[in-house]
């Protein structure tokens, strides 16, 4: 079972802005960087946010991320139709000595 | 251009074994850290293996040690997941991913996926 908490699910209308946490524990969020992917149904996850905040080239400045204490922020503004997706943050768990995601979350774009 | 192609997956009884297999293009394999990713139907992502870059240190998730072994092949550019006594539970999407190597591991290629179905 995931080790990292996220929420189920969060929704917003077209435009507005969600956000979606990712609660760990000291062995890992808190002592390692977080990373965020999304995922389409049927098709493999991409990457969205590594090293806490950094966007891989091609990510729009919509999406952002940023960690405190044991706790990582994804946050998606100007929400579009397009975002609706499955999200997942992961990151190294040094007690485990293993990679570990979160529970996921779905984002809704009502 | 990076790409990751799998093969290898299918239908299997309990108990039989599995190999993955994971082409890499586009980069030099050795200088990265590879992974392999399930994912249950339904389910959320759950890390299963990973190597590092000469192959030498290898790590598994409680759930698959012993029973699987990650290997990698330089010369052929290709990362291995090789599955024995599969049981029902080990059902799921198998994705192999490259660590982009940013401060801690993260993964900015995937391969398309592997579906493995364990049933009688």
């Known amino acids: 079972q995931s080790v990292l908490t996220q929420p189920p699910s969060v929704s917003a209308a077209p435009g507005q802005k969600v956000t979606i946490s990712c609660t760990g524990s000291?062995?890992?969020?808190?002592?390692?960087?977080v990373s965020w992917y999304y995922q389409l149904p049927g098709t493999a996850p991409k990457l969205l946010i590594y090293d806490n905040s950094v966007r891989p080239s091609g990510i729009p400045d919509r999406f952002s991320g940023s960690k405190s204490g044991t706790s990582g922020t994804l946050v998606i503004t100007g929400l579009q139709t397009g975002d609706e997706a499955d999200y997942y943050c992961?990151?190294?768990?040094?007690?485990?000595?293993?990679?570990?995601f979160g529970t996921g979350t779905k984002v809704i774009v009502l | 251009e990076v790409q990751l192609v799998q093969s290898g997956g299918g239908l299997v009884q309990p108990g039989g074994s599995l190999r993955l297999s994971c082409e890499v293009s586009?980069?030099?394999?050795?200088?990265?850290?590879m992974y392999w990713v399930r994912q249950a139907p339904g389910k959320g992502l759950e890390w299963v293996a990973n190597?590092?870059?000469?192959?030498?240190?290898?790590r598994y998730a409680d759930s698959v040690k012993g029973r699987f072994t990650i290997s990698r092949d330089g010369a052929k550019n290709s990362l291995f997941l090789q599955m024995n006594s599969l049981r029902v539970e080990d059902t799921a999407v198998y994705y192999c991913?490259?660590?982009?190597?940013?401060?801690?591991?993260?993964?900015?290629?995937w391969g398309q996926g592997s579906l493995v179905t364990v049933s009688s």
């Open positions: 991913a490259r660590d982009g190597s940013g401060v801690s591991p993260d993964f900015d290629y």
């Open positions: 992961g990151t190294w768990d040094s007690s485990l000595n293993g990679y570990v």
């Open positions: 000291s062995s890992n969020v808190g002592s390692n960087h």
């Open positions: 586009g980069f030099t394999s050795s200088l990265y850290w």
């Open positions: 190597i590092d870059r000469d192959g030498g240190d290898k």
